[in-house]
Protein backbone atom coordinates (compact mmCIF):
# COMPACT_ATOMS: atom_id res chain seq x y z
CA UNK A 1 0.00 0.00 0.00
CA UNK A 2 1.68 3.23 -0.75
CA UNK A 3 0.93 6.06 0.68
CA UNK A 4 0.16 9.40 -1.14
CA UNK A 5 1.49 12.82 -0.23
CA UNK A 6 -0.97 15.56 0.66
CA UNK A 7 -0.72 19.46 1.30
CA UNK A 8 -3.55 21.35 3.16
CA UNK A 9 -4.29 24.69 3.72
CA UNK A 10 -3.75 25.59 7.37
CA UNK A 11 -4.05 28.68 9.69
CA UNK A 12 -1.58 30.71 7.78
CA UNK A 13 0.55 28.03 6.50
CA UNK A 14 0.38 24.42 5.19
CA UNK A 15 0.97 21.06 6.89
CA UNK A 16 1.78 17.92 4.37
CA UNK A 17 0.48 14.55 5.18
CA UNK A 18 1.05 10.86 3.75
CA UNK A 19 -2.29 9.24 3.60
CA UNK A 20 -3.37 5.45 2.10
CA UNK A 21 -6.34 3.38 2.65
CA UNK A 22 -10.29 4.07 3.43
CA UNK A 23 -12.54 4.02 6.37
CA UNK A 24 -12.16 5.47 9.97
CA UNK A 25 -9.54 7.26 10.02
CA UNK A 26 -6.14 6.46 12.10
CA UNK A 27 -3.66 9.67 12.34
CA UNK A 28 -0.16 8.45 13.31
CA UNK A 29 2.14 11.17 15.00
CA UNK A 30 5.98 11.67 14.76
CA UNK A 31 7.87 13.84 16.89
CA UNK A 32 11.65 15.28 17.05
CA UNK A 33 13.21 15.67 14.95
CA UNK A 34 11.46 13.00 12.78
CA UNK A 35 8.41 13.69 10.12
CA UNK A 36 5.47 11.58 8.64
CA UNK A 37 8.40 9.48 7.30
CA UNK A 38 8.75 7.68 10.21
CA UNK A 39 5.99 5.67 10.03
CA UNK A 40 6.41 4.60 6.40
CA UNK A 41 7.09 0.86 6.98
CA UNK A 42 4.05 1.05 9.82
CA UNK A 43 1.14 2.22 8.00
CA UNK A 44 1.75 -0.40 4.85
CA UNK A 45 1.34 -3.48 8.06
CA UNK A 46 -1.36 -1.69 9.46
CA UNK A 47 -3.86 -2.29 6.99
CA UNK A 48 -7.66 -1.26 7.59
CA UNK A 49 -8.62 2.24 8.15
CA UNK A 50 -7.95 5.33 6.16
CA UNK A 51 -4.35 6.15 7.36
CA UNK A 52 -2.49 9.56 7.58
CA UNK A 53 0.70 10.48 8.69
CA UNK A 54 1.19 14.71 8.89
CA UNK A 55 4.21 16.73 9.10
CA UNK A 56 3.99 18.89 12.00
CA UNK A 57 4.10 22.63 11.33
CA UNK A 58 7.51 23.64 11.08
CA UNK A 59 8.66 20.31 10.17
CA UNK A 60 9.05 17.51 6.86
CA UNK A 61 7.22 19.15 4.34
CA UNK A 62 4.53 21.03 6.15
CA UNK A 63 5.40 25.21 5.92
CA UNK A 64 7.35 27.30 8.53
CA UNK A 65 5.66 29.72 9.78
CA UNK A 66 7.26 32.66 12.00
CA UNK A 67 5.42 31.11 15.33
CA UNK A 68 7.60 30.02 18.60
CA UNK A 69 6.84 26.71 17.71
CA UNK A 70 5.70 25.98 20.99
CA UNK A 71 3.85 23.40 22.52
CA UNK A 72 0.79 25.12 22.06
CA UNK A 73 1.62 26.33 18.52
CA UNK A 74 1.62 22.48 17.21
CA UNK A 75 -1.47 21.52 18.93
CA UNK A 76 -3.42 24.70 17.68
CA UNK A 77 -2.12 23.59 13.74
CA UNK A 78 -2.85 20.07 14.30
CA UNK A 79 -6.16 20.76 15.40
CA UNK A 80 -6.58 23.06 12.34
CA UNK A 81 -5.43 20.26 10.15
CA UNK A 82 -7.75 17.82 11.75
CA UNK A 83 -10.92 20.05 11.29
CA UNK A 84 -9.50 20.86 7.61
CA UNK A 85 -9.83 16.97 7.02
CA UNK A 86 -12.94 16.61 8.85
CA UNK A 87 -10.93 14.13 11.00
CA UNK A 88 -13.85 13.60 13.77
CA UNK A 89 -13.86 10.28 15.25
CA UNK A 90 -10.12 8.86 14.66
CA UNK A 91 -7.48 6.44 16.46
CA UNK A 92 -4.21 8.45 16.95
CA UNK A 93 -0.64 6.49 17.40
CA UNK A 94 2.18 8.55 18.46
CA UNK A 95 5.74 8.50 19.22
CA UNK A 96 7.50 11.01 20.94
CA UNK A 97 6.32 14.35 20.94
CA UNK A 98 3.39 13.02 18.68
CA UNK A 99 2.35 11.06 21.95
CA UNK A 100 2.46 13.61 23.83
CA UNK A 101 -0.08 15.97 21.09
CA UNK A 102 -2.36 12.67 20.50
CA UNK A 103 -2.81 12.66 24.51
CA UNK A 104 -3.26 16.57 24.74
CA UNK A 105 -5.69 16.21 21.39
CA UNK A 106 -7.80 13.69 23.35
CA UNK A 107 -8.25 15.28 26.47
CA UNK A 108 -9.51 18.63 24.83
CA UNK A 109 -11.49 16.38 22.39
CA UNK A 110 -12.63 13.31 24.20
CA UNK A 111 -15.86 12.65 21.84
CA UNK A 112 -13.37 12.56 18.79
CA UNK A 113 -11.16 9.45 20.13
CA UNK A 114 -11.50 6.02 19.53
CA UNK A 115 -8.14 4.92 20.54
CA UNK A 116 -4.61 5.92 21.37
CA UNK A 117 -1.18 3.71 20.93
CA UNK A 118 1.82 5.04 21.82
CA UNK A 119 5.82 4.14 22.09
CA UNK A 120 8.30 6.06 23.80
CA UNK A 121 6.99 9.06 24.52
CA UNK A 122 6.30 11.87 27.07
CA UNK A 123 3.36 10.34 29.68
CA UNK A 124 4.14 12.61 32.69
CA UNK A 125 6.38 15.55 33.91
CA UNK A 126 9.87 13.87 35.10
CA UNK A 127 12.01 15.45 37.56
CA UNK A 128 15.93 15.28 36.54
CA UNK A 129 16.66 11.71 37.93
CA UNK A 130 13.51 9.97 35.78
CA UNK A 131 15.24 10.95 33.25
CA UNK A 132 17.26 8.42 31.44
CA UNK A 133 21.00 9.39 32.51
CA UNK A 134 22.60 9.21 29.17
CA UNK A 135 20.66 12.29 27.99
CA UNK A 136 20.53 14.28 31.23
CA UNK A 137 23.96 16.03 29.96
CA UNK A 138 22.55 16.81 26.32
CA UNK A 139 19.72 18.50 27.59
CA UNK A 140 21.31 20.53 30.41
CA UNK A 141 23.26 21.78 27.59
CA UNK A 142 20.31 22.64 25.26
CA UNK A 143 18.79 24.81 27.56
CA UNK A 144 21.87 26.69 28.18
CA UNK A 145 21.06 29.97 26.64
CA UNK A 146 23.72 29.81 23.06
CA UNK A 147 24.61 26.57 24.32
CA UNK A 148 21.55 24.86 22.60
CA UNK A 149 21.77 27.21 19.56
CA UNK A 150 24.88 26.20 18.66
CA UNK A 151 24.32 22.96 18.84
CA UNK A 152 21.44 22.77 17.31
CA UNK A 153 20.74 25.70 15.15
CA UNK A 154 24.47 25.48 13.95
CA UNK A 155 25.47 22.34 13.95
CA UNK A 156 22.29 20.76 13.23
CA UNK A 157 23.18 17.64 16.04
CA UNK A 158 19.50 17.00 16.60
CA UNK A 159 19.85 15.27 12.69
CA UNK A 160 23.23 14.54 12.43
CA UNK A 161 23.98 13.56 15.69
CA UNK A 162 21.02 12.70 18.29
CA UNK A 163 18.77 10.88 15.31
CA UNK A 164 21.22 7.99 14.38
CA UNK A 165 22.26 7.97 17.98
CA UNK A 166 18.89 6.72 19.37
CA UNK A 167 18.47 4.07 16.56
CA UNK A 168 19.59 0.40 17.71
CA UNK A 169 19.98 -0.16 13.83
CA UNK A 170 22.17 1.63 11.99
CA UNK A 171 19.99 5.13 10.22
CA UNK A 172 20.90 4.63 6.19
CA UNK A 173 22.59 7.73 4.74
CA UNK A 174 19.84 7.78 2.56
CA UNK A 175 16.81 8.14 5.12
CA UNK A 176 18.90 10.28 7.43
CA UNK A 177 19.02 12.71 4.12
CA UNK A 178 15.20 12.76 4.10
CA UNK A 179 15.22 13.61 7.50
CA UNK A 180 17.93 16.67 7.11
CA UNK A 181 16.19 18.01 3.84
CA UNK A 182 13.80 20.09 5.58
CA UNK A 183 16.21 22.31 7.96
CA UNK A 184 19.72 23.16 5.03
CA UNK A 185 19.02 26.51 7.39
CA UNK A 186 19.51 27.99 10.92
CA UNK A 187 16.18 29.44 11.14
CA UNK A 188 14.38 26.33 9.42
CA UNK A 189 15.52 24.92 12.67
CA UNK A 190 14.18 26.65 15.37
CA UNK A 191 11.61 23.60 15.60
CA UNK A 192 14.38 20.85 16.38
CA UNK A 193 15.54 23.21 19.63
CA UNK A 194 11.82 24.30 21.51
CA UNK A 195 11.17 20.33 21.09
CA UNK A 196 13.99 20.01 23.80
CA UNK A 197 14.11 22.74 25.55
CA UNK A 198 10.28 21.64 25.85
CA UNK A 199 10.93 18.50 27.70
CA UNK A 200 8.82 18.62 31.46
CA UNK A 201 12.22 18.40 33.76
CA UNK A 202 11.94 19.53 36.89
CA UNK A 203 8.70 21.10 36.76
CA UNK A 204 9.65 23.60 34.16
CA UNK A 205 8.28 24.97 31.25
CA UNK A 206 5.57 25.29 33.37
CA UNK A 207 2.97 25.60 30.47
CA UNK A 208 3.90 22.42 29.19
CA UNK A 209 3.67 20.96 32.77
CA UNK A 210 0.45 22.17 32.86
CA UNK A 211 -0.73 20.83 29.61
CA UNK A 212 0.40 17.26 30.57
CA UNK A 213 -0.96 17.53 33.78
CA UNK A 214 -4.00 17.89 32.55
CA UNK A 215 -4.17 15.24 29.72
CA UNK A 216 -2.99 12.50 32.90
CA UNK A 217 -5.98 13.64 34.68
CA UNK A 218 -7.99 12.50 31.13
CA UNK A 219 -5.38 9.34 30.83
CA UNK A 220 -6.49 8.17 34.65
CA UNK A 221 -10.11 9.03 34.01
CA UNK A 222 -11.07 7.80 30.19
CA UNK A 223 -11.68 3.81 30.76
CA UNK A 224 -14.22 3.88 27.64
CA UNK A 225 -11.08 4.60 25.41
CA UNK A 226 -8.47 2.10 24.82
CA UNK A 227 -5.22 2.38 24.94
CA UNK A 228 -1.97 0.39 24.19
CA UNK A 229 1.85 0.70 24.72
CA UNK A 230 4.23 -0.58 23.09
CA UNK A 231 7.20 -1.61 24.42
CA UNK A 232 10.50 -3.21 23.78
CA UNK A 233 13.98 -4.34 24.54
CA UNK A 234 15.88 -1.56 25.66
CA UNK A 235 18.00 -0.13 23.27
CA UNK A 236 20.41 3.22 22.19
CA UNK A 237 18.17 6.37 23.60
CA UNK A 238 15.26 4.56 25.33
CA UNK A 239 13.48 7.12 26.73
CA UNK A 240 11.15 5.66 28.59
CA UNK A 241 12.36 3.15 31.57
CA UNK A 242 10.42 0.26 33.68
CA UNK A 243 9.78 3.12 35.96
CA UNK A 244 7.55 4.71 33.79
CA UNK A 245 6.14 1.90 31.88
CA UNK A 246 4.96 1.26 35.48
CA UNK A 247 3.68 4.19 36.43
CA UNK A 248 1.34 4.15 33.10
CA UNK A 249 0.46 0.74 34.15
CA UNK A 250 -1.06 2.53 37.44
CA UNK A 251 -2.29 5.12 36.16
CA UNK A 252 -3.42 5.28 33.06
CA UNK A 253 -7.11 3.75 32.54
CA UNK A 254 -7.80 1.14 29.57
CA UNK A 255 -4.49 0.33 28.92
CA UNK A 256 -2.64 -3.19 27.52
CA UNK A 257 1.18 -2.96 27.61
CA UNK A 258 2.35 -4.85 24.57
CA UNK A 259 6.12 -5.79 24.80
CA UNK A 260 8.60 -7.17 22.53
CA UNK A 261 11.73 -8.96 23.21
CA UNK A 262 13.17 -7.23 20.26
CA UNK A 263 15.85 -4.67 20.47
CA UNK A 264 14.68 -0.86 20.09
CA UNK A 265 15.86 2.51 20.78
CA UNK A 266 13.87 5.55 21.46
CA UNK A 267 13.01 5.12 17.28
CA UNK A 268 11.17 2.41 17.63
CA UNK A 269 9.12 3.18 14.19
CA UNK A 270 12.81 3.09 12.51
CA UNK A 271 13.93 -0.13 14.31
CA UNK A 272 10.63 -2.36 14.91
CA UNK A 273 7.72 -1.34 12.15
CA UNK A 274 6.69 -4.40 11.61
CA UNK A 275 6.22 -5.75 14.82
CA UNK A 276 4.66 -2.11 15.79
CA UNK A 277 2.36 -2.38 12.82
CA UNK A 278 0.87 -5.78 13.67
CA UNK A 279 0.19 -5.23 17.29
CA UNK A 280 -1.68 -2.13 16.49
CA UNK A 281 -3.60 -4.33 13.65
CA UNK A 282 -4.31 -6.31 16.27
CA UNK A 283 -5.39 -4.11 19.07
CA UNK A 284 -7.84 -2.68 16.66
CA UNK A 285 -9.31 -5.52 14.68
CA UNK A 286 -9.91 -7.25 18.36
CA UNK A 287 -11.31 -4.01 19.87
CA UNK A 288 -13.51 -3.21 17.17
CA UNK A 289 -11.75 0.29 16.85
CA UNK A 290 -11.91 0.41 12.88
CA UNK A 291 -15.08 -0.88 12.51
CA UNK A 292 -17.51 2.00 11.15
CA UNK A 293 -20.27 0.52 13.22
CA UNK A 294 -18.64 -0.37 16.26
CA UNK A 295 -20.11 0.28 20.25
CA UNK A 296 -17.21 1.86 22.56
CA UNK A 297 -15.54 -0.69 23.91
CA UNK A 298 -12.35 -0.73 26.41
CA UNK A 299 -9.28 -2.95 26.36
CA UNK A 300 -8.42 -5.56 29.04
CA UNK A 301 -5.59 -4.32 31.45
CA UNK A 302 -2.72 -5.92 31.68
CA UNK A 303 0.60 -6.75 30.28
CA UNK A 304 1.34 -8.82 27.02
CA UNK A 305 4.32 -10.76 25.79
Known amino acids: MTADVHSTRVLDSTMAHRESGTGVPIVFL????????????????????????????GMGDS??????????????????????????????????WGGALAFDRAARHPDRVRGIAFTETIVKPMSWDEFPEGGRELFRAI????????????????????????????????DLAVYRRPYPTRESRRPLLRWPRSMPLGGEPADVVTRIEAYDRWLEASPDVPKLLLTFAPGAGTMMSSDIIAWCAAHIAALEIEHSDAVAGHHTPEDQPELIAA??????E???LTDSHRTVTTGRSGVST
Do not use: C
Open 279 to 284: AIAAWA
Open 30 to 57: HGNPTSSYLWRNVMPGVGSGRLLAPDLI
Open 143 to 174: RAEGVGEAMILDENAFIEQALPAASATPLPPA
Open 63 to 96: GKPDIEYSFADHARYLDAWFDALGLRDVVLVGHD
Open 286 to 288: RLG
